[in-house]
């Protein structure tokens, strides 16, 4: 089925551990996205990339880090987990442009990550 | 800065309509949207309104849009148990990049 998969769908991690959240999507889409989702506290925007090889942070970048070598990919890099880390992951991606209309984001279904 | 607020938790029971609100502060969001998230899942998008319009409506959705004091609210008409899910608010800022709310958690009892 087309769409945004992400794996793993669940991990625990040792604190100090890292490890690469993966994020693929067959339908083309230029700009692909990673949040963060906290109880009482929304969906927080880690970081973005627009297309092969442009990334970008967000507003919770530190910890993170992103590369985009393909348009297909957007994988997620945890460098040392910390427990302040703990939390839903999601990917998204959307078409690019400048028509609006487009930033209609698909979703995958999320890793849960716990950092113990 | 931008800043999108929605209360956490509506209950309503099954037949009834169903109200969620949500104020945002960019005043240069040209679409508005409306997404769902069920138990274990992504987010889906259920509607969205552009930033000139009053209301938009979609079979059982209306979206209203009072811009003077940037509230946005979404009505659910009849509302069923498979209804029951977060609802996120977001609001585009600027190239693509999507603000999203709190979350409303609607609850809908038989």
């Known amino acids: 089925n087309a769409g945004v998969t992400q794996t793993p769908k669940f991990q625990v991690l040792k604190t100090g551990q890292s490890m690469t959240l993966q994020c693929a999507q067959d339908?083309?889409?230029?700009?692909m996205s990673w949040y963060r989702q906290d109880p009482g506290m929304g969906l927080r925007l880690i970081h973005y990339?627009?297309?092969?090889?442009?990334?970008d942070q967000g507003e919770v970048p530190n910890g993170y880090n992103v590369s985009r070598s393909t348009t297909e990919d957007f994988p997620l890099r945890l460098l040392s987990a910390a427990p302040s880390q703990t939390s839903v992951y999601f990917c998204?991606?959307?078409?690019?442009?400048?028509?609006?209309?487009?930033?209609?984001?698909?979703f995958g279904s999320g890793t849960r990550l716990t950092v113990v | 800065g931008e800043d999108v607020e929605q209360s956490l938790f509506l209950s309503v029971r099954e037949g009834d309509s169903s109200v969620i609100n949500c104020t945002y502060t960019?005043?240069?969001?040209?679409?508005l949207y409306w997404y769902k998230q069920e138990p274990g899942a992504g987010l889906q998008l259920l509607t969205y309104?552009?930033?000139?319009?009053d209301m938009k409506q979609d079979q059982r959705l209306t979206v209203l849009l009072n811009k003077k004091d940037k509230h946005l609210s979404l009505r659910i008409a009849d509302t069923q148990t498979g209804d029951s899910a977060i609802y996120f608010c977001a609001e585009s800022t600027g190239f693509q990049k999507l603000v999203f709310g709190t979350g409303t958690r609607l609850l809908v009892s038989p």
């Open positions: 990339s627009v297309g092969a090889g442009i990334t």
């Open positions: 309104i552009f930033s000139n319009m």
């Open positions: 998204a991606s959307s078409y690019s442009g400048s028509n609006p209309i487009n930033y209609g984001y698909t």
């Open positions: 339908m083309n889409h230029e700009y």
């Open positions: 960019d005043s240069s969001s040209t679409y």
